[in-house]
Nanobody, 119 residues
Framework: QVQLVESGGGLVQAGGSLRLSCAAS????????LAWFRQTPGKEREFVAR????????SYADSVKGRFTIARDTAKNTVYLQMNSLKPEDTASYYC????????????WGQGTQVTVSS
């Protein structure tokens, strides 16, 4: 069973930066990729970025491309989301998720961390 714990959320002004962290434990060697999603009240959860655990291949939602960077430190079992040039519309609860294979859904989720961007 994989456990994910997010940290690093907070309040920041538009144009500012934040770095989120997701610490993984319990069976990380068998992971396929980890991803960040976000959600605001009344809206569906939205994909933000993902990174392949082995090899580090990344992909991003168009809405964050060029502003956000996902990275991982396999020695620390941690995935990061560096968020620059933040906009008020980036305000959301951010969740870390993990899956074991390319065809499975994200079965493991963290508890989320709140990011609020003021205008």
């Amino acid at each position: 069973q994989v456990q994910l714990v997010e940290s690093g959320g907070g309040l920041v002004q538009a144009g500012g930066s934040l770095r989120l962290s997701c610490a993984a434990s319990g069976g990380t060697s068998s992971l396929y990729d980890l991803a960040w999603f976000r959600q605001t009240p009344g809206k569906e959860r939205e994909f933000v970025a993902r990174i392949r655990w082995i090899g580090g291949i990344t992909s991003y939602a168009d809405s964050v491309k060029g502003r956000f960077t996902i990275a991982r430190d396999t020695a620390k079992n941690t995935v990061y989301l560096q968020m620059n040039s933040l906009k008020p519309e980036d305000t959301a609860s951010y969740y870390c998720a993990a899956k074991r294979t390319i065809v499975t859904t994200y079965a493991f989720w963290g508890q989320g961390t709140q990011v609020t961007v003021s205008s």
